[in-house]
């Protein structure tokens, strides 16, 4: 649901606000654990070692739930400017974010799941976005580009033991990311069919470290990381385009 209205010429204001529930999400549940059963023995096993251990059972049991509203502020060019401002207030909260990963168990406990609802792996609170184009004297082209993320959540190494169960993702990942990149260009025209363009970009200005993820082996990685370490750190260059 959105609402946009012109709040002065050529200058609007856009409120939108989003939901998304979703249920019967997958979860992979060990039914082989011990816990589950009567005296902590499950009756799979043998006291020799044989019989059946884990039984990686899947089921559709998890559940999740974003909610978020955007404020939007847009000029269009006029006066030898423009620029769009947009900001994200959200939640994202699940009890289950392993929907793609097959080979680890999330929870602390199978017997009491109801900790493990919080915030989700890809939660983050405040998004913020920036840019914006000015015609300077000359007709210098000058194009700012601002963007924010706040970190994403983390549970505690030790989250307790049943039915003592901390929820998980209390904690923040030390991944927030900002950076602010500028575009400066200027034609020059060689009659009605040629022009000749310099321009220069800088990325990251404040060289901001802007970390990826934890360092952690990506082999078996299910979060929507491709990479870990650091962003990209301050770069400038200089290009030339002909247009004919």
Request: glycine fraction near 6%; hydrophobic fraction near 35%; aromatic fraction near 14%.
């Amino acid at each position: 649901a959105s609402i946009e209205r012109e709040i002065a010429k050529n200058i609007s204001f856009l409120v939108a606000y989003n939901y998304a529930k979703s249920t019967r999400l997958t979860r992979f549940v060990n039914r082989g654990d011990g816990r589950l059963y009567p005296g902590g023995v499950s009756p799979f096993e043998r006291i020799d070692g044989s019989g059946i251990g884990e039984i990686r059972s899947t089921e559709s049991s998890a559940r999740s739930l974003y909610q978020g509203v955007t404020f939007t502020l847009n000029k269009r060019f006029a006066n030898r400017y423009q620029f769009q401002i947009n900001y994200l207030l959200a939640t994202d909260k699940s009890d289950d974010d392993n929907e793609r990963d097959p080979f680890t168990f999330r929870y602390v406990d199978p017997r009491d799941l109801t900790p493990e609802y919080g915030y989700s792996d890809r939660d983050q609170r405040h998004r913020f976005n920036a840019f914006a184009t000015f015609l300077l004297p000359y007709d210098i082209n000058v194009s700012p580009i601002v963007q924010y993320r706040s970190a994403q959540p983390i549970s505690l190494v030790n989250r307790g033991s049943f039915p003592n169960i901390t929820q998980r993702n209390t904690e923040r990942l030390d991944n927030e990311f900002f950076t602010l990149d500028v575009r400066v260009s200027k034609a020059f025209k060689f009659g009605e069919r040629m022009e000749l363009e310099g321009i220069f970009e800088a990325f990251n200005l404040f060289n901001n470290r802007n970390p990826r993820s934890l360092p952690r082996p990506l082999t078996f990685n299910f979060d929507g990381t491709v990479s870990a370490g650091f962003g990209e750190p301050r770069q400038a260059q200089l290009g030339v385009k002909f247009k004919f």
